[in-house]
């Protein structure tokens, strides 16, 4: 069973940065597409950031030239490296990922104040 365990969240002001790191659990880690998303307070989830297998990535627009997402497969980890952050980036952030079906992580907090 894989599990995904966030971390790095908390609160930065505006213009500051965080790294977001997913650990993953169980032997897969390294031939599934990991992912960023977030979810706005009364919103629906949705995608940041995406990392196939082969390291090729696509960023929603909001984040582009600001968050780069990477990933270390020997660590089982995939980082979201958010820079130039905004307000509007305060979100509960979750890490997936996705190899025949979805494992998602529970999610960590990020709070950008003004």
């Known amino acids: 069973q894989v599990q995904l365990v966030e971390s790095g969240g908390g609160l930065v002001q505006a213009g500051g940065s965080l790294r977001l790191a997913c650990t993953a659990s169980g032997n897969i880690f390294k031939i599934a597409t990991m992912a960023w998303y977030r979810q706005f307070t009364g919103k629906q989830r949705e995608l940041v950031a995406v990392?196939?297998?082969?390291?090729?990535?696509n960023y929603v627009d909001s984040v582009k030239g600001r968050f780069t997402i990477s990933r270390d497969d020997a660590k089982k980890t995939v980082y979201l490296q958010m820079n130039s952050l905004k307000p509007e980036d305060t979100a509960v952030y979750y890490c997936?990922?996705?190899?025949?079906?979805?494992?998602w992580g529970k999610g960590t907090l990020v709070t950008v104040s003004s």
């Open positions: 997936k990922m996705n190899y025949y079906m979805d494992y």
């Open positions: 990392i196939t297998r082969g390291g090729t990535t």
